[in-house]
């Protein structure tokens, strides 16, 4: 009960999908190497984009990077 009280107390915001993916490329940008790779594939689908299972997550990576640049030319 007291589980459930704090979770609707302190819900935490889920950021957007923008803001998720930017969050991943700055921590990658960092030195981070992301270790889920349906954690970032699942961003990427986010953003609407096509991701196959046996992608390299390198792949996805850059793909992620173009679309946060082209929203970035889109949305100063």
Do not use: Y
Not at 38 to 63: C, F, H, K, M, Y
């Amino acid at each position: 009960m007291l589980t459930w009280i704090r979770l609707r107390l302190f819900k935490r915001n889920i950021p957007s999908e923008i803001a998720r993916a930017r969050i991943l490329i700055q921590a990658i940008d960092r030195g981070g190497i992301p270790l889920n790779p349906a954690r970032v594939n699942a961003i990427a689908r986010d953003l609407g984009l096509e991701v196959s299972r046996r992608a390299p997550v390198e792949q996805t990576i850059e793909r992620i990077r173009a679309c946060l640049q082209r929203h970035s030319e889109w949305h100063p």
